[in-house]
């Protein structure tokens, strides 16, 4: 299956309507040397709302027989997720989601649906949290807690946005390399992507990401998978530099 080409067919499918919640954006991993273009949908309708972003990395430090690729596309991820509004109170949502996560190898196809508590107004914070069920493929139903923030300041010139993840494994995935007893001791995992950027103008914005992760097991790839090995104790600092176009 052509994964690259279906992403880009949802991508384009999906940027259909109102493009004011398009955007892309395009990073450089300062730890693991290679850049990533990440394009985010957001769309709101009478019954709640969709989300869709996808990753698509350009990682070629490593190949298969050990040598360095030259150009293209080495993996993409995407997440999928609709939610439906079930209730409102004040200004709070509580929805219903149903989320599709996938990818190039070896990411396994992922299915949730769980409860959303939208519209949490906290000072100048707005936050959304959710609790899952986490179906992955051919394994057996596990839970993800998650929580996405956002704040401007500055007239909105200044904006703090991200999200993270908590999450069990099952450690018997069968697709997990038997050979390496870090990725059977990754239980639990953890992801945070905090984000800072500043407005230029109402197009283009400026900024920096740190992916936070404990037990995430792609952690360590580009240049970071020749220095070192994964270790699921470890606490993974991963700094990025953006550009981000809203169209």
Do not use: C
Not at 2 to 31: P, R
Not at 223 to 239: C, G, I, S, T
């Amino acid at each position: 299956m052509n994964y690259l080409a279906i992403i880009l067919i949802l991508g384009v499918l999906f940027s259909i309507g109102n493009t004011s919640d398009l955007n892309l954006q395009f990073h450089f991993d300062l730890k693991r040397s290679h850049p990533t273009v990440t394009q985010e949908y957001f769309r709101t309708d009478s019954l709640g709302y969709t989300f869709f972003f996808m990753d698509i990395n350009f990682n070629h430090w490593i190949s298969p027989d050990g040598t360095g690729k030259a150009g293209g596309v080495s993996d993409v991820y995407f997440e999928f997720m609709r939610y439906f509004r079930l209730y409102r109170w004040k200004t709070y949502d509580l929805n219903f989601t149903v989320q599709y996560d996938d990818g190039t190898a070896p990411v396994e196809q992922i299915w949730l649906a769980g409860l959303n508590l939208g519209n949490i107004q906290l000072g100048p914070l707005n936050l959304s949290s959710e609790i899952l069920l986490k179906k992955d493929y051919k394994l057996g139903v596990n839970w993800q807690f998650t929580t996405v923030w956002y704040a401007a300041f500055f007239n909105e010139k200044l904006v703090f946005n991200g999200f993270f993840d908590y999450w069990a494994n099952d450690v018997n995935n069968p697709h997990w390399p038997a050979f390496d007893p870090e990725f059977k001791a990754s239980r639990f995992s953890f992801q945070a992507e905090p984000q800072i950027g500043w407005l230029l103008s109402p197009h283009w914005k400026i900024g920096s990401e740190v992916e936070i992760d404990r037990g995430f097991i792609g952690s360590v790839t580009g240049k970071m998978a020749l220095e070192e090995k994964y270790r699921h104790n470890r606490w993974y600092f991963l700094p990025t530099l953006f550009v981000q176009y809203d169209f």
